[in-house]
């Protein structure tokens, strides 16, 4: 038995010491610093010697990546999972899936829920970690459940952020729910890298001593604090942490693998990961890096963060979206506005699409001069209870503002749902060479049918 080295939560036995380490460089550092542009090609080029390190897991896919290869890099999604999960062998490769949102920005049907986790399953997914905005478990269930039956890890999120009704109460008992619906780990998401070290020491001893599963630690180190929050949760008994090769690291990304790593050699703690070894690694990023500078964003502490509570990535479309309307010099009053339009609408955390449906109505609120004057349909649908419970009740006086006398839904919102899979099938059966672009389509159905069409003009091209 080791003494837990700067804490006093008592002692775990040394075979349950080592630290796990999920590398997020190949989707959430490069989504938070690179504009989620890596192309699959640079990521295959490394691929087996990232699965020589002897990770966790690797973060390969989810997120906003499957909307970027499509969009941008004129890839397929579906393609770049099974060419990687034929690189990597030893390692399992994880997934960010957004509850009943998959990889979009609104729910999705039970049938396209099943068809979507079941795919990416069988193309190489073994870590589907789950979240959802409001922290409404009703919104994890199907694909918990469809996950399950898969053969996956499932590893559930309790998302973070700080308001009067996210205290560590709440996140303990949507942490023990989630247990009890089956996550095989719980991972704290801290999307704006708001949890400070102590909090994180705090949390974590509760939910060791609450939950039999494992517990694992994602941040962003925008607000400069990650790592020392890391530490904190280690030495509470945290098992895995969320790391970025060192290159891709910082900022709005994660803390520095080989920092993390470094810090915990020689003690209980020590992830027995080779340095040399992550040293190759990182040569590998640092020389592609700058292919991607176009859509670079800057690796800096971000204080407003924490004045704020807005994660980095909203901050950089709240500012793009300000300068497209030639508003820029009014971004103190949108930031102003900002906690005000959240904490109306129930204290939601600002992770996607919860940050996007937050920031443009503040955004609304500050151009017309007449709060809530003008709507968002998406702000209309939260306020319908079409996203989900908020995390504390929305004032009839608000609501009358934004949805007048309509009532509000109270059942799991794909409750109200039509089956859509067969319905898509259809719609474009002149498009698909794979059952998967179904998907794909239901997905995003206009970046798709743009790919679908460039695809096929490719393959007349090469005839």
């Known amino acids: 038995m080791h003494q837990v080295p700067g804490g006093d939560s008592g002692v775990r036995p040394a075979a349950a010491m080592r630290v796990r380490i999920t590398e997020t460089a190949l989707r959430d550092a490069h989504q938070s610093l690179l504009a989620t542009r890596m192309k699959t090609d640079d990521m295959l080029a490394i691929a087996e010697k990232l699965d020589e390190v002897g990770y966790f897991s690797l973060e ?39 509850g009943q949102n998959l990889v ?22 073994d870590v589907m970690r789950i979240f959802d905005a409001l922290n409404d478990v009703r919104n994890m269930e199907k694909p918990m459940e469809v996950a399950k039956r898969g053969g996956a890890h499932v590893q559930a999120c309790v998302v973070y952020t700080l308001s009067p009704v996210h205290d560590i ?39 060791k001593e609450t939950l039999s599963v494992p517990v694992q630690l994602h941040s962003h180190y ?23 090769i060192s290159t891709l690291a910082l900022g709005p990304s994660q803390p520095p693998t080989e920092s993390i790593v470094a810090a915990l050699q020689g003690t209980p703690y020590d992830t027995l990961l080779d340095l040399a070894a992550l040293a190759e690694i990182n040569a590998h ?28 990535g909203m901050l950089s479309n709240l500012r793009a979206q300000l300068a497209s309307q030639g508003m820029l010099d009014r971004l103190d009053e949108v930031l102003a506005e900002v906690p005000k339009v959240r904490e109306e609408m129930g204290y939601p955390p600002l992770v996607t699409p919860m940050s996007q449906i937050v920031g443009t109505q503040a ?11 003008v709507k968002s349909r998406e702000i209309k649908d939260y306020v319908r209870g079409l996203y989900g419970r908020p995390p504390a009740p929305i004032s009839d006086e ?27 099938r259809e719609t474009v059966k002149d498009y698909i060479q794979k059952d998967e672009d179904v998907l794909t389509y239901i997905m995003f159905p206009e970046v798709a049918m743009d790919f679908f069409r460039r695809r096929a003009e490719k393959a007349r091209a090469g005839s």
């Open 104 to 125: 979009g920005y609104h729910h999705y049907p039970d049938d396209v829920v099943d068809a979507f986790v079941t795919h990416a399953i069988e193309c190489g997914i």
């Open 222 to 244: 925008t607000s400069g604090m990650a790592s020392m929050a890391y530490l904190k949760a280690i030495e509470a008994g945290v098992d895995c942490v969320d790391t970025a």
């Open 398 to 424: 608000v609501r009358r503002m934004v949805i007048g006398d309509e009532e509000v839904v109270t059942t799991r919102p794909a409750d109200l749902l039509e089956p859509e899979l067969e319905t898509a």
């Open 169 to 207: 109460d709440h996140y303990v008992n949507t942490a023990r729910t989630l247990q009890d619906m089956g996550a095989d780990s719980i991972c704290i998401k801290d999307m704006a890298g708001l949890i400070t070290p102590y909090a994180a020491y705090e949390l974590v001893g509760r939910l």
């Open 363 to 373: 955004v609304l609120n500050v151009a017309t001069g007449k709060r809530y004057s």
């Open 60 to 98: 390969v896919w989810g997120g906003a990546t499957f909307d970027t290869c499509l969009r941008y890099l004129d890839e397929d999604p579906w393609d770049r999972l099974r060419a990687l999960k034929a690189m990597i062998r030893k390692t399992p490769l994880q997934m960010l899936l957004r």
């Open 285 to 312: 990023f640092a020389r592609i890096k700058p292919n991607y500078q176009k859509t670079a964003a800057p690796v800096t502490v971000n204080a407003e963060a924490l004045r704020w509570q807005i994660p980095g």
